[in-house]
């Protein structure tokens, strides 16, 4: 075990809690070295953007298997996976063509196939939930439907999009438009669910310009143009997630898994998405490795790909080593970007809290000590989730992320190195801690697993997303 240092506050004469040795030195080299940032801007300024199943996420799986293999790493490698469909973004554009001539700002989102269209009225249904779209439904047959997915109904948003335009697509709508979230005119793209074909052409539009919409709607019919040319190949294709190992000293078969992933959106360069996790998790392997500090089990670091897509490669990694999975103790993943630490969220695990506040009761000096209960199904850590394994996600005061997140502004310059550093530290400290000291948790078994999901309203994109891939259930 670690040596302590015992502190003693000069002012009042009292003790303060003991501190691992190795958590100090940690801590202290990751702020220091500020190494996270340099990384950051290779990944996103000499590779760019790293869409899924394209060259750029290939170009910056090598550069991870590079940097882990120079670091001192353990078996480092690349595990692959089947992509169901691959897609490539081509130009976008939109035009009222009645009562007036304008340019709308509209950019496909992902996986959703081309449109070549003159003239078709459009039809806005508001806030959408699939429970809205009952047959026949005829009113939509030809038209441009304009809609919104707010969470709603015990539903992510995400959710109601991915149920809705299937239904919207067999009543023949056209296309579907989405308005954008961000402000500034700002697009977004994303495609939950819309694996390993979107149902129909579906385009986000700019805040201003649904506004303006629905101004002339509210005065008499808008017809609209569009056109969209993306490239969807149906035929599987093989993507990657990169591994790498720092091994334990007296527990090395059991595993805690800190993990990111490094594929973003193509419209800017995953600066914040996940651009940062991917830093913070290399720089806290480099870390490790240079101080030769080695905590009782394994340390399991594991960069994804196809995130984005609906946590491809997470998914693949978790049915790929369903065997293994008795001996993955806690995953712990980075991906809400830089903003300044909070805690770490546990999504559910109310068994796990009592142990994950004392393990990480060394980030009370960083103000990251705290835990939340909140539960999400879109990041890395959710099919290790409904597996029954201990998840901690970093938890982070959101700032500007959403504005940024999935946008064309997606770019470095948006990310405080400081900020990144401190989250390193965190992430750092947290990753030795948990691998160090007691287990946060046990795995639960299938029938508990599946309870939490249904308790904590997860239940439902676990089944979207399960399904959207292939049919395989990852619990024997
Ligand atoms: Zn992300």
Redesign the pocket.
């Known amino acids: 075990m670690a040596s302590h240092l015992f502190l003693v506050n000069a002012a009042t004469g009292t003790t303060l809690p003991p501190m691992p040795d190795a958590v100090g030195r940690i801590a202290g080299a990751v702020l220091t070295r500020g190494g996270a940032f340099g990384f950051l801007q290779a990944l996103t300024d000499t590779i760019g953007p790293r869409l899924t199943g394209t060259d750029n996420s290939r170009r910056a799986a090598d550069l991870l298997v590079h940097t882990m293999s120079q670091a001192g790493l353990e078996n480092v490698h690349i595990e692959e996976y089947q992509l169901p469909s691959t897609w490539r973004r081509g130009t976008a554009s939109g035009r009222l063509v009645a009562p007036v001539l304008h340019d709308l700002r509209v950019q496909s989102h992902g996986w959703a196939p081309s449109i070549h269209l003159l003239d078709a009225p459009l039809l806005d249904l508001g806030a959408l939930v699939p429970g809205d779209l009952t047959p026949p439904m005829s009113h939509v047959r030809g038209s441009v439907v304009l809609a919104d997915f707010p969470d709603r109904a015990g539903e992510f948003g995400y959710l109601n999009r991915a149920r809705s335009a299937p239904l919207l697509a067999e009543a023949g709508a056209a296309a579907l438009l989405i308005p954008s979230g961000k402000p500034s005119r700002l697009l977004d793209v994303t495609c939950f669910g819309n694996l390993p074909a979107a149902a129909l052409p579906m385009l986000s539009i700019a805040q201003e310009d649904t506004l303006l919409l629905r101004r002339l709607l509210a005065t008499g019919p808008v017809r609209l143009a569009l056109t969209v040319e993306n490239t969807l190949e149906r035929t599987p294709a093989a993507e990657r997630n990169v591994i790498a190992e720092w091994r334990g000293s007296s527990r090395p078969e059991e595993i805690i898994i800190v993990a990111a ?1 490094f594929d973003s959106w193509d419209t800017g360069t995953g600066a914040n ?2 651009g940062t996790g991917v830093a913070a998790i290399v720089e806290t392997a480099r870390v490790l490795a240079a101080l030769d500090l080695r905590p009782m089990r394994t340390i399991r670091f594991v960069l994804f790909s196809g ?2 897509q609906g946590l491809l490669g997470s998914r693949a990694y978790v049915v790929a080593h369903g065997v293994e999975l008795d001996c993955i103790k806690t995953v712990i993943v980075m ?1 809400q970007g830089a903003g300044a630490p909070r805690g770490f969220k546990l999504h559910g695990r109310q068994d796990v809290a009592g142990a994950a506040a004392r393990v990480i009761a060394p980030l009370h000096a960083l103000d990251a000590a705290g835990l939340s209960q909140e539960a999400r199904f879109d ?1 890395d850590h959710a099919f290790f989730l409904a597996a029954g394994i201990p998840v901690m996600t970093l938890w982070v005061q959101p700032g500007e992320y959403d504005v940024h997140r999935h946008a064309m502004t997606d770019t470095l310059d948006k990310i405080d190195p400081r900020m990144l550093t401190i989250d390193t530290a965190v992430m750092a400290v947290a990753a030795f801690c948990v691998a160090d000291g007691e287990a946060i948790g046990p795995r639960l078994g299938a029938d508990a697993s599946a309870a939490l999901l249904r308790d904590t309203g997860l239940e439902s994109a676990f089944n979207l997303l399960r399904v959207a891939t292939d049919p395989v259930s990852f619990r024997a």
Do not use: K, S
């Open positions: 992933h998405d996940d995130e984005e991906d990041q």
